[in-house]
């Protein structure tokens, strides 16, 4: 659990269980307000339920970082937490990973090619 600033772009969310899950949303929220340079990868491994107040934090989180040009990777679901954001629509809004490795390299790969063009 804990947020840690990953590397100079990219901020590393590891999720805890709820009700914890909501305060370092927030937390993360307020980072990527103040400074618009982050992408994020929120790891789900940890956490097995979400609550609607949870996903309302997660979808801010992501209007925050769209609207500064940076990504949003949710990784680490299990399956019940994935069937959530099946059923509420929210997997088509989202961009998920099976794992915190793949998000990081995803978001590294996305980086190297945006420094490229």
Same mark, same amino acid.
């Not at 909501?22 to 990868?41: A, D």
């Not at 940076?70 to 680490?76: F, P, V």
């Not at 069937?83 to 590294?108: C, N, P, S, W």
């Given at each position: ?39 994020? @990868?929120?790891? /789900?491994? &940890?956490?097995? %339920?979400?609550?609607?107040?949870? #996903? ?36 088509? @809004?989202?961009? /998920?990973? &099976?794992?915190? %490795?793949?998000?990081?390299?995803? #978001? ?10």
């Amino acid at each position: 659990m804990g947020i840690q600033k990953w590397s100079e772009n990219i901020i590393l969310v590891n999720l805890a269980e709820e009700p914890y899950l909501g305060e370092e949303l927030q937390t993360v929220i307020g980072m990527v307000s103040s400074q618009s340079n982050y992408s994020v @990868v929120v790891d /789900f491994t &940890e956490t097995s %339920l979400i609550t609607s107040s949870s #996903l309302a934090k997660l979808l801010k989180l992501r209007k925050t970082l769209v609207e500064n040009g940076q990504d949003l990777i949710l990784c680490g679901m299990k399956p019940q937490t994935k069937g959530i954001f099946r059923l509420t629509g929210l997997d088509i @809004v989202f961009k /998920f990973a &099976e794992d915190q %490795l793949v998000a990081l390299a995803t #978001l590294q790969m996305a980086a190297v090619t945006d420094s490229g063009d």
